[in-house]
């Protein structure tokens, strides 16, 4: 899951709260209803679950496994978490993935997605030394999920990078992290590429840039607001683009896969039409997304975060701009390196202009510099960032298309977070069903090439500096046992039922 600026988990335990969540969980279900999408899954749509590794394997030093920044910063700063947790077991899916995969097909699920700890099978991040019983738990797991007919999506890098590459040579802030992360993406196609085609290099660089290296909220937790994080951003751009020249000129005749970085984005929808704040939701948007996503399909950062971040540099008194160049060379080896447009998305926030901060210390936010709210009828998730707001995934995707010339769009991330942890999680299946009828109404009456949908997730994982307080799983996970039990919420057996019907009305008022 990803999460915005302010990181910090509101958890409100008052009953008023639970009250208010519940009776305004029953007020939309009534009320929804009537806006479903009543057309069939067209056949081109796959829908599936998405995880991640450091979030749900555990055995995080166990055979032969290497330690990530994100084992270090829960050991070392257990202050930085809400339950000072770790993700030393999370799901003890490096045991369980059997179970795991046994949920995704009794759920009828056409895709799994999951991710490669690079310290699993490199436990230094280099390639010279490999660990045999991590390839092998990964072979086992493509294995399974072949025997299953499930189709797996595979992520190279969610997050976790080998503590040793941090150490050494400051991990996404050194320039030579774009050869290190060449050669195991390089690695990964070689061993792995007859077992997938569905890739993912980079998940959400946003968080890996600002929160890891910019407000340090999130490993490795360095503070370099405005100035680092945009070096990491430039590193992670060269480092997927070297990820995709690898697959394009070595691995896509044999094994004609995709490759993509999946992207995070809150929609930011104008707080009214004044021009001031259409232009504010927009300049938002292009500094979380466009960052990305310009680079990616159009050439080079977009025009406003350039603008924005040279003249606020200058007023500071630095002599470049904070936000660093790419040479010609480095735009052309960047732009069309994304096969389709990956994205992951949760929420939905009101945007208004806000007068420039005052010039002193140099912020990302300074620069973005947008004032946001929400509506007091929206569901609230987890955290004071999280909506459930349908229409916002298609007003995202409607952007995406006209501002990216149509590209293949899959959304590789989409779910809901309560800090109840409820079996009878309504609120999940309102939200799940409404977002997935806005990506009917985006691929049917706005002609958008949405061809993946993936729920996070199919259970409760470790939600980083969340841990264990923030629940997006169909299915349950009691923690404190050790046996890790999975268990099955309300939200498993309708996400069965639409499976089954692939449509999101009764079957008889399915419309082909
Ligand atoms: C960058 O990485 C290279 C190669 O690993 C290393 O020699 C160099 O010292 C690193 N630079 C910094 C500033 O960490
Ligand atoms: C930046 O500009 C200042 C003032 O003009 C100058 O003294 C300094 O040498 C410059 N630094 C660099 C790295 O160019
Ligand atoms: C969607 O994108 C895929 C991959 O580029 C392409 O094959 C397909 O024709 C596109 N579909 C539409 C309706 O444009
Ligand atoms: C979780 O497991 C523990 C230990 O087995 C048990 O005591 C507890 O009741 C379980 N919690 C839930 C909510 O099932």
């Known amino acids: 899951m990803q999460a915005l600026d302010t990181r910090q988990l509101h958890i409100n335990q008052k009953m008023r709260f639970l009250t208010g969540l519940i009776l305004s969980c029953l007020l939309s279900l009534s009320l929804a209803d009537g806006s479903i999408n009543p057309r069939r899954f067209p056949k081109t749509l796959r829908i599936g679950v998405a995880n991640a590794a450091p979030q749900i394997e555990g055995a995080w030093d166990e055979d032969g496994k290497g330690e990530t920044i994100w084992d270090r910063f829960a050991h070392k700063h257990p ?24 949920l995704v097909k009794a759920m009828g699920l056409d895709h799994y997605r999951l991710s490669i700890a690079w310290s699993r099978v490199l ?67 070689e061993t792995f590429g007859d077992d997938a085609d569905w890739w993912i290099t980079i998940n959400e660089p946003k968080q890996v840039c600002q929160a890891g290296y910019g407000s340090g909220v999130f490993a ?100 470049t701009s904070r936000l660093p160049e790419f040479t010609k060379e480095q735009i052309d080896y960047i732009k069309g390196t994304s096969d389709y447009l990956a994205i992951n998305h949760y929420s939905t926030l009101l945007t208004y202009h806000a007068p420039d901060a005052p010039i002193g210390t140099p912020s990302f936010d300074k620069d973005k510099s947008v004032a946001l709210s929400h509506r007091s009828d929206w569901t609230q998730g987890s955290a004071d960032w999280f909506f459930d707001v349908p229409w916002g995934l298609r007003n995202l995707l409607n952007w995406l298309k006209n501002t990216y010339n149509n590209p ?39 002609k958008v090439n949405l061809t993946g949908y993936t729920v996070w997730s199919i ?41 089954k019907a692939r449509c999101l009305v009764d079957e008889s008022k399915c419309v082909e």
């Open 459 to 499: 259970m409760d994982d470790w939600e980083w500096t969340g841990g264990y307080t923030s629940f997006l799983g169909m299915y349950r996970v009691n923690f404190t046992d050790p046996a890790r039990p999975r268990i099955k919420r309300k939200s498993a057996d309708y996400f069965t039922g639409i499976m």
């Open 79 to 102: 202050e930085k978490f809400v339950d000072r947790s770790t993700p030393d077991i999370a799901c003890d899916s490096y045991r369980k993935y059997k179970e795991d995969i046994a």
């Open 123 to 189: 436990p230094t991040g280099y390639t010279d030394k490999v660990n045999k019983a991590g390839v092998e738990y990964y072979k086992n797991v493509f294995k399974e999920l072949k025997a299953n007919n499930i189709k797996p999506m595979v992520t190279i890098y969610h997050w976790d990078l080998p503590q040793p590459l941090q150490d050494q040579m400051n991990g996404w802030l050194n320039e030579s992290i774009v050869d290190v992360f060449g050669d195991y993406a390089k690695f990964v196609f």
């Open 220 to 319: 490795p937790g360095i503070v370099s607001n405005g100035v680092l994080d945009y070096v990491c951003t430039k590193h992670v751009l060269l480092a997927h683009a070297r990820a995709w020249h690898i697959y394009n000129e070595q691995f896509r005749a044999k094994n004609k896969g995709q490759v993509a970085m999946v992207i995070d984005s809150t929609w930011y929808e104008p707080g009214s039409d004044r021009d001031e704040d259409k232009a504010a939701a927009e300049r938002a948007i292009q500094f979380d997304l466009g960052i990305y996503g310009n680079p990616l399909f159009n050439g080079d950062w977009p025009e406003i975060v350039k603008q924005r971040v040279a003249d606020r540099s200058e007023r500071e008194g630095f002599n």
């Open 408 to 446: 293949e769009i899959v959304i590789t991330e989409n779910g809901f977070s309560d800090t109840t942890g409820t079996l009878e999680d309504e609120n999940r299946i309102v939200y799940l069903r409404g977002h997935l009828s806005a990506c009917l109404d985006a691929i049917f009456a706005d």
